[in-house]
């Protein structure tokens, strides 16, 4: 186990010591950002997470917002707040919305929590008893009073039941969709998620056995629960809920998926890690150690703070040969979901029958085609020295 005290040191603006992070690092971060909010939802984010809201700071931004511009996803945040201070009031207009908005999604929850006790409890019948439930899902059982934007439910099985839920899923008639590391479960006929079922819990790494590394580790620490009315189902700790829930944002950040359910993350590890005095960072960050994912934490907790200064009582891996792991994981990701992104869209809309039909585009196809290909090689992208000097050449860094 990492020590606390000579990993982590507190976020606060006395302490001077901090990771020197590098001017792509910081470009890296401001990409997400800008990308992930418009200044409106900064402004609600800012309101959401105040210490002390007061009446004149709702109506003030009320004035300039509107629920239907800006789409039950976010709206439903919006709610939580109201829901958290009954004291403040809300218009005619918006009040009745936000609270059809928690009905709505109250409703798409109850769906999916049925095809989870339905599924299960067959799961139960037939000997898989370790089901450890995860992401949106434990923490709607953790805050039952408040609707989620779920796609699905996620829960973790021994590897050696793996192959059981997923036969014994389409058995019951449901759809699956066998990955390496999951399987996507739907109604017959649809893409509509209902229950992904994970044999371990996918973060990017170039080793799977760096990600099952910590599998036994989840299982012991979780707790044995009555969830939805299904018993003995596994709850993990607070700390590897929130490691999880870190880790798969950077992961949905670099891939580009689940924008909304990144914004989740603010309100779920808040709500952990406030949620007593014994939250144990020793935890999480000896999971990243043993999955290799300690640059993935870092970003996760530089970006949330980014968004929200101070939202996470840490703020640093104290270490320099860390520091240029970091500094490093930055710049091929900033160069990989940045840089190559844009040149992988523009090499798709290039196309040869565009180039027939419109002979002036050859000159361009024949000089980008190469160097796309030639730029997207793992030789290239994945070697910070490369990239490094890729990025200084077409002035993107400075």
Not at 239 to 264: A, H, P, Q
Request: aromatic share 12%; net charge positive; proline share 3%.
């Amino acid at each position: 186990m990492l020590e606390y005290d000579s990993i982590l040191i507190k976020n606060n603006e006395n302490n001077s010591k901090c990771l020197d992070i590098t001017y792509v690092t910081k470009k890296l971060l401001e990409s997400f950002k800008d990308e992930l909010l418009t200044k409106e939802d900064e402004l609600l984010l800012n309101l959401i997470f105040s210490t002390n809201p007061t009446q004149e700071e709702v109506d003030k931004f009320l004035k300039d917002w509107d629920i239907e511009v800006v789409g039950g996803h976010k709206a439903l945040f919006l709610s939580y707040f109201m829901k958290e201070h009954p004291n403040l009031r809300f218009s005619e207009y918006v009040s009745p919305r936000l609270k059809g908005l928690m009905q709505y999604y109250r409703f798409h929850n109850m769906k999916l929590i049925s095809a989870f006790i339905k599924i299960c409890s067959e799961y139960k019948k037939n000997g898989i008893n370790d089901i450890l439930i995860l992401k949106g899902g434990v923490m709607k059982y953790l805050r039952p009073e408040l609707s989620r934007v779920m796609g699905d439910i996620d829960i973790l099985v021994r590897e050696k039941d793996f192959i059981k839920a997923g036969k014994i899923a389409e058995q019951m008639g449901y759809s699956a969709d066998w990955q390496l590391h999951s399987i996507d479960l739907h109604p017959k006929g649809t893409e509509e998620g209902l229950l992904d079922i994970h044999k371990y819990i996918e973060m990017k790494n170039d080793n799977v056995k760096f990600e099952k590394s910590i599998i036994n580790d989840l299982f012991k620490r979780a707790t044995k629960c009555n969830v939805f009315g299904l018993n003995d189902i596994l709850v993990p700790s607070k700390e590897d809920i929130v490691f999880i829930s870190l880790v798969n944002m950077v992961k949905n950040l670099s891939r580009k998926t689940s924008s909304n359910g990144i914004l989740y993350n603010l309100f779920d590890c808040k709500y952990l890690i406030d949620l007593d005095n014994n939250f144990d960072w020793n935890i999480v960050l000896d999971n990243a150690k043993k999955t290799k994912t300690e640059s993935q934490l870092y970003l996760a907790i530089e970006f949330l703070n980014n968004i929200i200064p101070n939202l996470l009582p840490v703020k640093i891996l104290e270490n320099k040969i860390f520091e240029k792991k970091f500094n490093d994981y930055c710049l091929l990701l900033f160069y990989k979901r940045f840089y190559l992104w844009e040149m992988k869209e523009h090499s798709h809309a290039l196309k040869v029958q565009d180039v027939i039909k419109n002979p002036r585009l050859f000159k361009e196809y024949m000089s980008f085609k190469p160097k796309y290909f030639i730029l997207k090689r793992s030789i290239i992208r994945k070697n910070p020295y490369f990239v490094k000097k890729i990025l200084k050449k077409e002035n993107v860094l400075i």
